[in-house]
């Protein structure tokens, strides 16, 4: 059996441009920077989706997500695709999840299957390590089995929430908003999923030596609200600390959930644009600092040199940029693309960096290969050993969260509709142009971006590149045509996933690079 252990580390809602490895000129993330110097970073790694259960989804099944169809928070992936934790579980890996994020690890998605255990962080009750060696004895058992009886009453309460428009209208009242936050431990814990995921992994506590471990972790640092400690505020947004006005428009941005998810109607002036930039970068560093004590310890213990180290993101975030704030549905960069560190001790991975478009839905074939648990033709598409070249595309898909969309078709429908914040977007890469393709056909609005001389995309090369444009809405068209027709192979793919013809048709429609 293969013995490596292998981290997943999804640092949710990171941009990619914010850490100082990806250019950024401040010093935000010195214990990635680090990471990345010794390993293997990725340059233009794109995301699948936009927001959190669609991205995860794919990371975690390797398809786009109009396959697997989890674009929803009341979506539910299908049984016919198995998840990455149930691959590396039934290949003899203990699975095991530190999660932060209540769409990853509280709502009943499928997300959380394939897992051993599963700790959430987050929500109205939060779990505590049970891992192996613990809960022995017969009060540690009646404590477990009360509280697994108290989350799973209080998991389908938070469901309802997830799953209803009217009670999740409900929960963006101002009434509201600061009780959840409070009371659901809205980001959860850093701190304490990072420690419990690190003793896991050192201790081994009813695991053993010769049984290699699969530790997923979300977390959610740089997520609004924002609330970073003291000490990063004074380093990257001091200005919050003396000036009344920037406090007064940072504690409505906080409490204001609604303006997360709207488009803004006027540009974000340059006050306001400050503060929401300073502030996130020192939760940016704040985070940082935290995941650095999770990778001394797995360093000093050893641990680090049999341990691969996935560190990516799911999404991005808009501060303002385009007139957007949030995640809810756009494919710009600030969105789509992520960043992606891969920390390799066998030396499958060079250390420095790789500059082709690759997609992070890629990584569930990467970490089945590194386990040994891949098929040949998920081993083609392992990250090590496969880049794109010029003549392949990568697609991403944003499909709006519906029940976020009718509240604010409620509120601004014009401004929501003249934006497409109402309908899917979809991007594809090719070589150095990126296409957005706007409305069910793509016809609503076009955006053609040279990524590589462009990667703000400021400049919409859509009048001056009209054979460009059609060239990629074609291979576009192509992968978005053929989807329904691919549900019957989706399907087959739980229990065919070594039959050569489902995977020739899948990547025929660009569902395998």
């Not at 509709?417 to 957005?436: P, S």
Request: hydrophobic fraction near 35%; include cysteine; aromatic fraction near 10%.
């Amino acid at each position: 059996m293969n013995n490596l252990d292998i981290v997943f580390l999804v640092l949710d809602t990171q941009r990619f441009d914010r850490l100082s490895c990806y250019g950024y000129p401040l010093e935000t993330s010195p214990e990635l920077d680090k990471l990345a110097s010794q390993g293997t970073q990725f340059q233009n790694a794109v995301a699948p989706a936009q927001w959190t259960i669609p991205s995860h989804a794919s990371m975690f099944t390797g398809v786009y997500p109009s396959l697997h169809n989890t674009v929803q928070s009341y979506s539910v992936l299908p049984e016919t695709l198995p998840t990455l934790a149930e691959r590396l579980q039934s290949g003899g890996y203990y699975t095991a999840a530190f999660c932060n994020n209540p769409l990853v690890g509280v709502i009943n998605n499928g997300l959380r299957r394939g897992f051993y255990s599963f700790l959430n962080y987050s929500g109205w009750l939060t779990s505590h390590p049970n891992q192996a060696g613990v809960g022995s004895n017969f009060i540690d058992r009646y404590r477990q089995g009360f509280k697994r009886l108290l989350a799973g009453t209080l998991n389908k309460v938070q469901d309802t929430f997830a799953r209803s428009e009217t009670m999740l209208a409900l929960s963006f009242t101002p009434i509201m908003v600061p009780l959840w936050q409070t009371a659901l431990s809205f980001k959860g814990n850093t701190k304490k999923s990072l420690a419990d995921a690190a003793r896991l992994l050192v201790e081994r506590r009813g695991i053993g030596e010769e049984r290699p471990i699969f530790t997923f972790i979300n977390l959610m640092g740089t997520h609004m609200p924002y609330h970073p400690p003291r000490q990063y505020v004074e380093k990257f947004a001091p200005h919050v600390l003396q000036d009344k006005e920037a406090q007064r428009y940072l504690r409505q941005f906080n409490s204001d959930v609604y303006g997360w998810l709207a488009p803004l109607a006027d540009p974000l002036d340059d006050r306001r644009k400050a503060t929401l930039d300073g502030m996130y970068n020192a939760e940016v560093a704040a985070q940082d600092e935290q995941v650095g004590r999770f990778l001394k310890t797995l360093r000093d213990s050893g641990r680090l040199d049999k341990t691969m180290v996935v560190v990516c993101s799911d999404h991005g975030e808009h501060l303002g940029e385009k007139q957007l704030v949030g995640h809810t549905n756009a494919l710009y960069n600030e969105l789509a693309r992520v960043p992606l560190i891969i920390h390799d001790p066998r030396g499958d991975f060079a250390v420095g960096k790789r500059y082709d478009v690759v997609s992070t839905r890629r990584l569930f074939h990467t970490v089945l290969t590194a386990a040994g648990l891949a098929n040949e033709y998920e081993e083609a598409l392992n990250l090590a050993s496969a880049t794109n070249s010029e003549g392949d595309a990568v697609f991403a898909e944003a499909v709006p969260p519906q029940n976020a969309v009718n509240l604010l078709l409620k509120r601004q429908p014009h401004l929501v509709c003249d934006r497409g914040y109402d309908v899917t977007t979809r991007a594809i890469w090719q070589g150095k142009y990126k296409l957005l393709a706007n409305g069910e056909d793509g016809l609503k609005r076009r955006e053609l971006y040279n990524i590589a001389d462009d990667p703000a995309e400021k400049t919409n090369l859509h009048d001056i590149f009209p054979e460009t444009v059609e060239s990629l809405c074609d291979r576009l068209q192509s992968f978005v045509g053929e989807i329904p027709a691919t549900a019957t192979a989706s399907d087959r793919t739980a229990d065919n996933h070594d039959d050569p013809e489902v995977y020739r048709r899948l990547r025929d429609l660009g569902y395998l690079e």
